[in-house]
């Protein structure tokens, strides 16, 4: 039986990447494993495996009865919806514990760091197992999306440490130029359907019983959502009105001057304010420094819907 390796849903970089790594690691290790993907992928995803000519994960969403091992997330609300039903028998993961809960022994790799695949990377290093070249690019790639090229908070020595090998063994002589070059293929919005925009790295979070909804878009430059964002807080509150959420919220994160715009759209708005400490003026509030939604964005608003 074959080991399905998949990351969370609405797939990211890092979950992709991490899980053809982790596929290619398991099967040097002499285990059957296939990378999977959840949804489709990004345009910067689609870059960086074009660059690295890797191929796209399959598309895989069920999982009840197989064996699987989830990469980026622990949450449920983010694993396949028969998550429960399969045999998970391993998670590398960078964020809050979630809830996901295995019926047998699991190997778990959880660390505090700024990306899956610096993980990853320790995985390999564990079990002696050299990264190919094009892995180790696509690994690079990863780090540096989510690190945003080392500037998040969650960055830390180990990401930086990991980049530094993956790009000697890639050879890529400024990772930091190759991050910048990725991040403008991420900030070519236009033309892009607004619904596109909002889901194009949306999470759905469980704050206490309450559904949460946050997306993100890092780009380097914010005034191109200048023409879009009323178009943008229209779509957040057509999105909320489809389902049970009580906030949809959109970030828009601007890499170079390190800070975020909140989009808000909520039943009681005043939550959000008080996660913040900080009024709205339009359902908008810019974030000086916010440039994290697991680190500064999702822990404050746990604790204002805990209560
Ligand atoms: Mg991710
Ligand atoms: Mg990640
Ligand atoms: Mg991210």
Redesign the pocket.
């Known amino acids: 039986m074959a080991l399905y390796i998949t990351g969370h849903k609405i797939p ?1 970089s890092d979950s992709i990447c991490s899980a053809i790594a982790v596929a290619y690691l398991k099967n040097e290790l002499g285990i059957e494993a296939i990378a999977c993907k959840q949804g489709e992928i990004n345009p910067e995803t689609a870059f960086i495996l074009e660059k690295f000519d890797l191929e796209t994960p399959i598309t895989k969403t069920s999982y009840a009865g197989e064996d699987a091992f989830i990469t980026d997330t622990t949450d449920l609300a983010l694993c396949p919806d028969d998550i429960l039903d399969a045999n998970v028998l391993g998670v590398v993961d960078h964020h809050k514990l979630g809830d996901l809960t295995t019926s047998t022994p699991l190997e778990a790799w959880i660390r505090p760091v700024g990306c899956s695949n610096t993980i990853v990377k320790e995985m390999f290093d564990f079990y002696g197992v050299e990264i190919p070249k094009d892995i180790a690019g696509i690994m690079l790639c990863a780090i540096l ?2 690190t945003v090229i080392f500037k998040s908070p969650t960055c830390t020595k180990a990401d930086t440490k990991a980049v530094k090998e993956l790009a000697q063994i890639a050879g890529i002589e400024n990772p930091k130029e190759l991050g910048m070059e990725m991040f403008k293929i991420k900030s070519a919005v236009e033309g892009t359907a607004i619904r596109d925009l909002v889901m194009r ?1 949306f999470k759905d979070f469980n704050m206490s019983g309450t559904k949460v909804g946050i997306g ?1 878009l890092e780009v380097v430059d914010l005034s191109i959502f200048d023409a879009m964002k009323e178009d943008l807080l229209k779509d957040l509150e057509t999105l909320k009105s489809e389902g049970e959420r009580h906030s949809v919220l959109l970030l828009l994160t601007d890499i170079m001057q390190e800070g975020s715009e909140l989009l808000i759209s909520s039943d009681d708005a005043s939550k959000i304010e008080e996660a913040f400490d900080m009024k709205s003026a339009d359902s908008k509030m810019w974030l000086d420094g916010v440039l994290s ?1 697991k680190k500064q964005i999702v822990p404050f608003l746990e604790k204002v819907f805990k209560n």
């Open positions: 990211d999306s989510d790295d993100q939604r």
